[in-house]
């Protein structure tokens, strides 16, 4: 039977409570769907015909930037890459940097042009590089799709041209997003506003981007976004923000106007960082405690969390009303590896228990030479 070492802290963190939603009204905004998120752990803040399945024109793109961010953190794709645009790409309509079929372009110019301009034919081709073909492309995108549990998306394409077929929600766009914000591959470019490539086999034309998002110049905090409009989708806009350590995913559907999409997704994120707020108080990866450990090459080990310890909830809460204990294993024994659990943080509030977070060693713990133990353990105490 294990035995734990017990460590209390007075601290704040949550695990699983329901947010209330309050301050908006559903009636009291424009765009025919929309919804308000805590990007930690996914939970809805605010909703309005939040699953209801609407046309997202280029906010589609998130879903490629998903995929080509997952494949950079992989090493399958560098930004200095080049890729051979082919005719199909060159020839998309809508939004687009006017690329020429056979031209030569690096993967980093067409992540400006699809974060910045929303490029059509950028997307094309960047879905024909590495995926073979638009529709195995379609495919992977709506293969991540379930994974990631958007069961009310389906893509037809990789740029949200008009589709009867092409459906998502608001619930599913968030979802993607914060998936998104996992990675920072393409932060740089959804931040700025005005950059440019040169387009043509002679690199002889140069493209202005302006970004999409106006966003990028008023609003605190603001962490990136994409926009989107087809005259069925109308203006769209999903958005993140953080603000001290609360970060907020903010969409709309459906706005009359590209003044609405933008105003009410700030009146969300306003609504959000006023009545919440988010504790961080050990991030992911930083050392909490030492434990003890028996036959190892170190004596002591590092805990760690492999997720921020946190506590999100109303900006009204108080750090006293918590209690954060650790609950360590006392006999931990060399070897160790880094999936190896060595106990639990719990959260305490009022006696009851509201969450646990797995603790772990920070790095991988040898066995000692068996000699070496001897020496250390039992021939330097005789000879004390």
């Not at 903010?250 to 960082?273: I, S």
Request: some cysteine; aromatic content about 10%; hydrophobic content about 40%.
């Amino acid at each position: 039977m294990k035995k734990f070492i017990t460590i209390f802290f007075v601290s704040m963190m949550i695990f699983n409570l329901v947010i209330p939603a309050y301050g908006i009204e559903a009636d009291s905004l424009e765009s025919r769907s929309a919804i308000l998120i805590n990007a930690d752990d996914g939970r809805i803040l605010f909703e309005k015909n939040a699953n209801d399945k609407l046309p997202p024109a280029s906010i589609t793109k998130i879903m490629l930037l998903v995929l080509i961010c997952e494949r950079m953190d992989d090493g399958q794709l560098t930004l200095d890459e080049e890729l051979t645009i082919s005719e199909n790409a060159a020839g998309m309509g809508g939004s687009q940097i006017y690329l020429e079929a056979y031209e030569v372009q690096t993967v980093e110019n067409m992540l400006k042009a699809i974060a910045m301009r929303s490029a059509n034919d950028a997307s094309v081709a960047m879905a024909e590089f590495m995926y073979g073909s638009v529709e195995s492309c379609v495919k992977a995108m709506n293969d991540r799709a379930k994974e990631l549990g958007m069961n009310d998306t389906v893509f037809t394409n990789v740029t949200g041209l008009p589709d009867p077929d092409h459906l998502t929600t608001a619930k599913d766009i968030a979802t993607m997003t914060r998936e998104l914000l996992k990675y920072n591959y393409v932060d740089e470019y959804m931040l700025t506003w005005m950059d440019s490539v040169y387009v043509g086999k002679e690199k002889n034309s140069e493209q202005v981007l302006v970004n999409t998002n106006r966003l990028i110049n008023n609003y605190e905090g603001l962490l990136g976004g994409k926009t989107g409009y087809t005259s069925e989708a109308r203006y769209c806009l999903s958005a993140a923000a953080r603000r001290n350590d609360t970060t907020l995913i903010a969409v709309v559907l459906g706005c009359d106007n590209t003044k609405v999409r933008f105003n009410e997704t700030q009146k969300l994120l306003n609504e959000g960082f006023a009545n919440f707020r988010n504790f961080i108080f050990h991030k992911k990866g930083e050392v909490i405690t030492t434990a003890p450990v028996f036959c190892g090459k170190d004596e002591n080990i590092n805990v760690v969390s492999r997720e921020n310890i946190n506590y999100f909830t109303e900006s009204n809460c108080k750090l006293e009303d918590f209690n954060l204990e650790y609950l360590l294993d006392e006999n931990l024994k060399a070897p160790l590896n880094l999936d190896t659990s060595l106990g639990v943080a719990r959260l305490y509030k009022d006696g009851e228990v509201l969450g646990e977070f797995e603790l772990y060693p920070e790095k991988d713990i040898e066995k000692e030479n068996l000699f070496k133990f001897y020496f250390k353990n039992v021939l330097q105490s005789t000879i004390r």
